[in-house]
């Protein structure tokens, strides 16, 4: 597998090992990062800035100096591991969907049209094995966990009822958190605190490759994203789907749906980890007109041609302005 570059690499001294500099590393980290992980500096989609071989980037800034604490290769394996024990948890309790059932299939299907348009997003991503499990659950979540690895409970798709523009946008809003490595800079975040508190002696990953003090595998599932999170994974989210041939305008309508449908939750449900707000729906709309060409190619037709979906017209395209 070919390891991501790191946005930003720790200088260390020749007389000091990477282990006794680590945690040096990751007091310049928080101390320049500041408050990073909760307020990251979002680029509109149409003037983001071009990294070679990645695409445009649509978030900068000092958020990606936590990810040098948490090993990408390592995240994935904790993640495959959490993974097989919720299969291997689901299967022993008779809630695990078999492969030959209709939603596991639909699921597989619609992540099959998805991953190959998530690869630009990540040296990584290609060599991810993509896995789908469907769970037996009146809950409704979903995740993608770092690595390609998706889990699906019923209740959303015997509650919510979402068709599959809308169940493709969802599914690539998740994926792109994961190729983004949202939950690695989060914990990357909280490790940090840890190093600069000094309430752990070793960064793990530099130190001890075979430490997880984080108690990582539940934090993954657990993880509350914030609004940068959501702004970036919106609009990669949005890009990967529509390419991938799903209306963009269903991701208003899915949102919507979601919304309804966990109303009533408290601190735990879909969208409390997803925080859905008027702005960001708001902010979903403003995008289309990016959005919607990339959907038009992918199934063939001239953007002007394409009907209206649930009400929302085919929006005027904005001038695209280069920095």
């Given amino acids: 597998m070919v390891a991501v570059a790191s946005a930003v690499s720790p200088t260390v001294s020749p007389s000091v090992s990477p282990a006794s500099a680590a945690p040096l590393a990751a007091k310049g980290a928080v101390q ?7 307020a990251n500096a979002v680029t509109p989609y149409a003037t983001g800035r071009a990294t ?3 695409g445009r980037q649509v978030r900068f800034g000092d958020a990606t100096l936590y990810r040098i604490l948490i090993p990408s290769p390592m995240l994935e394996a904790q993640a495959a591991a959490e993974y097989a024990e919720i299969v291997r948890g689901a299967a022993h309790s008779d809630r695990l969907y078999p492969d030959s059932d209709p939603r596991a299939q639909r699921v597989r299907f619609l992540v099959d049209r998805l991953a190959p348009y998530a690869q630009k997003w990540g040296d ?6 993509w896995e789908v499990a469907v769970i037996r659950s ?3 979540r979903m995740y993608c966990l770092p690595g390609g690895k998706i889990v699906v409970y019923g209740g959303l798709l015997d509650r919510v009822k979402l068709n599959d523009n809308e169940f493709g946008m969802l599914l690539g809003h998740e994926i792109a958190h994961a190729v983004r490595e949202h939950v690695r800079e989060r914990l990357g975040a909280q490790q940090a605190a840890q190093i600069e508190a000094g309430t752990v002696p ?6 001890d490759l075979g430490v997880f003090p984080l108690g990582v595998g539940s934090q993954l599932f657990e993880m509350r994203y914030g609004r940068a999170d959501e702004t970036e994974a919106d609009v990669i989210g949005s890009d990967i789907a529509s390419r991938a041939g799903f209306d963009p305008r269903a991701a208003l309508t899915a949102w919507d749906k979601l919304a309804l449908a966990t109303k009533s939750d408290r601190g735990d449900g879909f969208v409390y980890v997803h925080p859905y707000t008027n702005a960001r729906r708001a902010d979903l709309f403003k995008r289309l007109p990016d959005m919607m060409p990339l959907y038009a190619k992918s199934i063939g037709m001239p953007l002007d041609t394409l009907p209206d979906y649930a009400g929302i017209a085919v929006p005027q395209r904005r001038k695209l302005v280069e920095p």
């Fill in 32 to 38: 320049s990062a500041g408050n990073a992980a909760g």
């Fill in 52 to 54: 070679p071989g990645m």
């Fill in 124 to 129: 990584r991503i290609k060599n991810w094995k």
């Fill in 138 to 140: 009146p809950d409704i």
């Fill in 202 to 207: 070793q960064l793990f990953g530099l130190a």
